[in-house]
């Protein structure tokens, strides 16, 4: 009887678990769209010089910060892996369990911070390339235009074609 009774409740754990991963993670893309949204090009078009260089700043920054964290992880990575293969059997004494945690934490956590950062750094190069995009679209055009003016006297559109320069 206890042991029906143990596993009825080792299953409504097991799915509240469930669904308690499952909205996190719905929380995270709705999150993580509205995130989005602010450097959406319709978005960006709507804002002045100085709004739109505050966020090319800010993009540049998580950029930097994806650079850094991405190379400090694959350098905490990499000290992991060498001190576990210094270590390579020692692992099994008492005495050397501590360096043998750190090596491995240092390999999990450079990973960790190598996946990290670079997903930073790709979301800031693509931030940038959005503003830069909308910065320096509108900075020069030349077009080309059929005569669209009407003339009054002698009350028709003369024929012709019209060049329009604007910077």
Do not use: W
């Amino acid at each position: 009887m206890c042991y029906f009774v143990t596993c009825l409740v080792n299953q409504k754990l097991t799915a509240i678990k469930k669904f308690f991963v499952t909205g996190l993670f719905f929380l995270l893309l709705v999150v993580a769209g509205n995130a989005q949204r602010t450097y959406s090009v319709k978005n960006l078009r709507q804002l002045s010089n100085e709004e739109l260089n505050l966020y090319y700043h800010k993009a540049m920054n998580l950029e930097r910060m994806g650079e850094t964290l991405s190379l400090a992880g694959a350098a905490a990575g990499l000290v992991g892996v060498l001190g576990g293969a210094v270590l390579n059997d020692d692992c099994s004494s008492a005495g050397s369990s501590v360096l043998c945690a750190t090596a491995a934490t240092l390999m999990a956590g450079g990973v960790a911070a190598t996946i990290i950062g670079f997903t930073m750094y790709m979301t800031g190069i693509s931030r940038l390339d959005r503003i830069r995009s909308v910065q320096f679209s509108d900075s020069f055009q030349l077009e080309l235009i059929p005569g669209g003016f009407y003339c009054s006297h002698p009350q028709n559109y003369p024929s012709g074609i019209t060049l329009r320069i604007t910077f």
